[in-house]
DNA sequence: GACTGTGAAGCCATTCACAGCT
DNA sequence: AGCTGTGAATGGCTTCACAGTC
């Protein structure tokens, strides 16, 4: 695989558009060109060509892209041509929320193991899972081999759990805790952060009122 | 108010310093240097002094910041420092997750108001509010001078959601659907993607183990 | 000696604009 | 004529490095 640096922008792209690809591919459409796909996730057409042509030349000049074949490419550039085990830490209501989320099984992520340490869910079931004691975390994403952590616990736990991934050895860890956790660096961390999406809102507001 | 550009990436930052700078004032901490701000939140000590310095100085030569002032002026920079009325509108397990948050009140966010389609929801109360039927959305915007909503819709609602909100007369969006709304280019517009970030993590990760 | 504030340099991502193909 | 692929130009963010201050 090309060794050229991608840009984490470019990797959010994609992603958007193989989901448009898909509605494209649902609602019958066999061609598509650069414009339109920037159209319908508001980028720039030279946009959408660039960030193609990291990974390759996937369209015909004076036509466009075939559908399908875009979508077969880019799913394979993201690595949805196969399946990955999750587990969550965490099982509040945006744990479960998580844990039942229709679009995740679909595009290849299996979820292996819910855990939590609140002896009230321990043993509650939830889709086709148990929910299971933090200590059973560790043995579930060995013999699952877990790439995937999600952690939707308190922020006073956080890194506590995500000390425990690591150790157990996911590749990867999705944090929703308001906490700035601390992995080994060949732990891909991502943070999806309520407070600081609703900070930055307040930041623009604001900055719009006392321009009025 | 200064006319300057100011990154987004420092705004989230931003956010990101006053959670810290919180967690000093808790420890009794009364001064704080760059490079520790840096150390706690992951990022550079040019970078730190760089994004604050959009906004100011705020700190003494060879001593530090103050850390009670400089969280004040943080604070007053991301408008925090005054309250934010939010509508929910889909109150399923992510909405209810929200609606309930503890993180949010105590930064000034008021949820003031709960809606939903489905007639098993309303009527049902959550925390101090009761689900209330969409139609019910742009009297509430209106009559709360509601500025910030918030989408927990399926993906398939979420457009229309957001031309309701819009219509009232809300100036910002915070949208969890997987989806990519189009709205007039006033409303301030911020995408909690759960999709992309989980494609995001499979790109890398897929990349890594190609690379072994 | 320690630490901030900041111009300059470096780096990275996006946009432009056009050659090349159908 | 229409649309892709891409080098060049632009714009923006981050890092460097140091003068200024305590």
């Given amino acids: 695989m090309k060794a050229l640096k991608i840009p ?3 990797v959010v792209r994609l992603s958007l558009y193989s989901r448009h690809l898909r509605q494209l591919i649902n609602d019958g459409t066999l061609t598509v060109s650069s414009g339109e796909i920037a159209a319908g996730v508001g980028v720039s057409s030279a946009q959408v060509r660039k960030d193609l042509a990291y990974f390759g030349e996937f369209g015909t000049r004076g036509v466009g892209y075939n559908v399908q074949e875009l979508h077969g490419h880019i799913v394979r550039i993201l690595g949805l041509n196969r399946e990955w085990n999750v587990v969550i830490v965490g099982v509040g209501k945006l744990g479960s929320a998580l844990a039942v989320y229709k679009g995740f099984a ?3 992520f299996n979820i292996v193991g819910l855990m939590d ?5 321990i043993g509650l079931s939830l889709g086709k899972l148990v929910i299971e004691p933090l200590t059973i975390l ?6 699952k081999s877990v790439k995937i952590g999600i952690i939707t ?7 506590e759990v995500a000390d425990m991934m690591t150790a157990a050895g996911v590749s990867s860890i999705l944090n929703f805790s308001p906490r700035v956790l601390k992995v080994p660096k060949r732990v891909i ?3 999806v952060d309520l407070s600081v999406n609703m900070e930055v809102l307040s930041f623009y507001l604001s900055r719009f009122e006392s321009r009025q």
Avoid: F, K, Y
Avoid at 117 to 121: I, K, L, N, P
């Fill in 189 to 191: 961390l991502r943070n």
């Fill in 106 to 108: 679909s595009r290849g």
């Fill in 138 to 143: 560790e043995q579930r994403i060995r013999e």
């Fill in 153 to 159: 616990v308190p922020g006073s736990a956080a890194q």
């Fill in 117 to 121: 340490v609140s002896e009230q869910r």
């Fill in 8 to 10: 984490e922008a470019t």
